[in-house]
């Protein structure tokens, strides 16, 4: 089995077009931005993708056309959300067949679930491939929260090679890090939070899959050098000046969750040249106010992202 | 456009074979339990029917197969839940074609959603099919509450045409009849809470999708029988009676959400001989261990369902 | 051990003076208001009291004036809200040495605590005190929700004689009723739920308190009597009446918890006369925009508590 | 009015005998401890200090005597923790008479309050005092989380000049950082998280108030010296090895809140020598299984704490 990479592995966005097809245009300039900054993977068809939204036909052709974007520049590695184990199976030998490096899956969501299922849960997905998995903590999505001790014991056994933590709980990510470091460090241990991953990798984080990163993928691959190198000072200083960028997403008016981080990515993007548009999938709208358009293309300006 | 009945429409279970693949004589038996019965229509793929765990293939096999078995003696209705418009819409579009009666939605989930995007996901909905809508309001999955306020402007537009009102809110509830009710009654308002009916009969309710009426539809019959009838008194009676029946769920050890509750109910009727076993869909396991099961035959046995 | 009455014991108010101070005037007129209306029992110091917002010398103060005031024509319990054991206690010793009839305590809050921490909390009030204990499960304050074969296994032990239940959850407060009533009914049972009433009566409930109840004492009154003499239609009635008249609650416009709920209570009593202003203790300001006024005077005028 | 120091001020733990009184002569070793490491101040009556469970004397014998025993050697900070504004001024008023250098307030608690009453809640209690404030920004307690923006704004006014976040969000820690240094640094701003401590000076704190200071206090006495004097890779271990000593805390069995946490705490500096006994307050039970006690003296043995 393969491993996982260390390093940035940005959520790549979906772009779509005004009508809210795929733009496989602006698709293209996204990902060769990311490939061009130097980014150590890609992962397609996370939340910030968009997931939840799309339909199979839908992922299936997206993860199929950034295999041949990226074009074996670096490893491609897809979400497989869905609400439970069979359900998640399907999108897994979908992703297999189209020939991603590794998938990412949560634990079972909508029907209430315990640990012991939440184990069963990932058990059987590993039953189902030999692609490498990703344990994706997302409570703000899914609504419960994967035990670091279970985690380990999973990757202990080789269930799991990896996992991606947006729980917002840094002190459950360094304890996280700090069993699997134990464990023989049989998981890498990524962080899905922008702005604390200077924090993160001081805790032994292996490297971030940070949704800003689609928005200026050269700051997160300058941070982890930072931290290869040795050179604390300036990791810092890259992760202030990012997290200074990251303020974008609170500044669209009335919008939660992704119609306003997301949104926020989409916006400095089209700001920047790089998407069409900033359209969001069904439900939700994109941010078209002047107001919050000019609050985000004031700070992408003062970090350096446009002229 | 046809309008929901009102009047007991229990959420079908989806009796299983050991390995996991859909029982459909255990089926045949159990829509002959609920038909016979004289329940007033039948809800296919509900959270009681395991809806998230059943891969599309499987939730196309079962509404088909509940069609036929059904025959034209009661309306069908099916849930097409999933986690965001475009998604919804095709298991409506996929509903449709295969003749349901009505769908029953939920508000988007997984990722983050506000009233907005709610309001703009029912009416996205709406034009994507004539069949009528039920909006399906349980926070406990979707993690967010249908307003009653919104449900009734929606109602008035014909957006929506019912609403199962799983919340346990029954403040809401009581508000939603009410605010229904002073709308011209564009809906039918429906509680899914098997044990507090005849409160929501009193509350104004039109009916009831009770999971614990697959065990014991014959009661819910007689309670609305009584409710229509004006004996409140014997209403109550049932209730009560029910209410013992219903605490088959909380006897199973260590089992939470449909473990517990779909996997009691599943083990009585297999006691009482509808279905053949009492398995639940991967990752869940079921009720195995001995004291859960005869704690379960002496309360089915108490209320008169097995001698 | 005296018991605790059954049928309507409203959460009295607690009226304030434009300045903050306690308005004794208004207070006698309340008092008299639901006196006069022939109320079981009154419940000062509740959350609809503002409990937790006045200092002990004022609760103090309320409790022996409302002790003056009612002068034996009911009995009158005090709630003694407070973070932990300890503190509960010095309240409870208080009260009683003022002169309630009863105490009414919630699970501990603040600081986490499991169910063995709150069992042995109502063991701990037991000890310190000969009156009667009225557990106050009420989740949206405390954060915990009290099981129902706990209260059970404390009533039947002597440690409980009632509970008033504002859990919202209706489920539980059947399954209350249930439990209590096969242990020989130790405890009376009251619910907190001012629009669903009357199902909580066909539930098994012994009676209510409605903060509703300072606004219209009469119309609960009659509810209880209704049902007690077998008119379940009739009581229905006056839930529907009084579920019209709540709906002052929901006007307040950017307001909420008890800014809304108790504060429009306050300002349909000052409308009809009975307190001199709607003034909220600090750090809420009263209802006094024009428009939210206006809306809670026409409710009022329309269920007839105004010409 | 004076401000608050930079650095490490531990929330004091208040050592109980085994009936449950203060134990003067091990609170006046843990004093020692502190001052002797060179902490920058002691936070008394804090979560730590199960100030929720002290009853107001308690309290006040707590700070007087804690007063004493420092001597001057650093500043004392108070918490004045209780449910609504009136009350918590009230703790203010007792604790400024006895010579605290600063007050510790939480927003509002047991009744739900907006973002409205939270800012007109330290309003007035600026009003109430010359003493500084700091807010404690701890959801898990108080359920509600303060808002960056709020904060800065009331820093910026000279209402606040402090915030101690134990919220476990930092990201929103950056923010407010990020914010508070944008404003001028009108606040100390710092963190209640004991394992992140050194992400948190990277995201521009300006110290830490850690629970687990009590058993360690030399330990982040050298990792803040290790930050101030720019080695961050000496800051980084101090931190993994205060991380692996924190594992003290998810060692009890069947424990949850303060009773793992602070009982830990205890049951380390028992241990150590410092404190007689573990006892927590009612209604919380000690950690005295000896497997949980096994495995905390294994962990502080690890660490050098006892030979």
Known sequence: ??????????????????????????????????????????????????????????????????????????????????????????????????????????????A????????????????????PIIAYDIPVCVHSKLAP?????????GVLQGVKDSSGDDVSFRRLCMLNKAAGSPMKVLTGHEVVVDGSYLAGGDGCVPGLGNVDPSGYVRM????????????????????????????PVGKVGPAAGVGAFKTALELIGVIKTNTMSVPMTPISDSASREAIEKIVREVGLID
Chains 1, 2, 3, 4 share one sequence.
């Open 1 to 110: 089995m393969n491993g996982i990479v260390s390093g940035i592995i940005p959520p790549l966005l979906t772009p779509l077009t005004e009508t809210g097809e795929v733009d496989y245009e602006s698709l293209g300039n996204l990902v060769e931005r990311l490939v061009g900054a130097g980014v150590d993977g890609i992962f397609v068809l996370g939340s910030s993708g968009e997931v939840a939204f799309l339909t199979d036909a839908v992922r299936d052709q997206v993860i199929a056309k950034v295999l041949e974007l990226v074009d074996g520049r670096c490893p491609v590695y897809a979400g497989v959300i869905d609400t439970q184990t069979n359900r998640v199976i399907e999108h897994i030998q979908r992703a297999e067949k189209l020939g991603v490096q590794a998938v990412v899956a949560t634990a079972p969501f909508y």
């Open 112 to 131: 209430i679930t315990g640990p012991a299922e939440i184990e069963a849960h990932f058990r059987a997905l590993r039953t189902a491939t030999t692609l």
């Open 149 to 157: 001790a279970l985690l380990v014991q999973l990757g202990a056994e």
């Open 224 to 251: 982890w050098q930072a931290f290869q190198s040795g050179d604390l000072r300036q990791m810092k200083e890259e992760q202030d000046r990012l997290a200074r960028l990251f303020e974008i997403v609170f500044t």
